[in-house]
């Protein structure tokens, strides 16, 4: 199978249900995004120690091929695969039990204390940038809502696994001077 197909070389792409859609379509964008997003969860993999949470990234990284085949088709009859409600529960259990797991906190907390750490809170704001995408989309098409709802707590979920990660809490201090 050759990886390039030359149809793509006058800017345009196929959906997954082979609509042809402009490669800045916003529907491509917003797959796009997710994509990104699982390849950075992907690096991030690379710095956690705990056997446990690169588990639950990998299962993470498997649903959001969910979210892209929904984002990537147009029609939303050819879509074979679905995001739940019980996929939404499974993040907000995660965010608990990570939450808990990272202890008590007030205020902003320094990002990035560790290099797992740092990796995830960089994954999270492109998953935020996936969700604004996906939004955008939603003005322009149809969107399955537990898309939107799923993206919008994987946001937390990656939030609470980076702060677990993080080897230190560090308080945010706004009267620190920049010498």
């Known amino acids: ?7 793509g070389d006058k800017g345009t792409t196929s959906l997954f249900d082979s609509v042809r859609v402009s490669k800045d379509d916003v529907r491509v964008e917003s797959y796009g995004t997710v994509d990104e997003l699982s390849a950075a969860l992907g690096v991030c993999n690379n ?3 705990d056997a446990d949470l ?3 990234l990998m299962a993470i990284q498997n649903k959001l091929f969910v979210v892209s085949e929904n ?3 147009s029609n939303q009859d050819k879509v074979r695969h679905f995001i739940t409600e019980e996929d939404i529960h499974v993040l907000e259990k995660l965010v608990d039990k990570y939450m808990e797991k990272a202890g008590k906190f007030t205020g902003f907390v320094l990002q990035g204390t560790s290099k797992a750490a740092a990796f995830l809170h960089l994954a999270r704001t492109v998953c935020r940038r996936a969700e604004r995408r996906i939004v955008s989309l939603q003005g322009q098409a149809y969107v399955d809502p537990n898309v939107v709802k799923f993206v919008n707590r994987l946001a937390d979920t990656i939030y609470a696994f980076a ?3 993080e080897d230190e809490t560090i308080m945010v201090d706004f009267e620190a001077d920049l010498k």
């Open 47 to 49: 710095y956690i120690e």
């Open 71 to 73: 984002l990537a088709t």
């Open 1 to 7: 199978m050759e990886i390039y197909t030359k149809t």
């Open 163 to 165: 702060r677990y990660c």
């Open 54 to 56: 690169r588990k639950e």
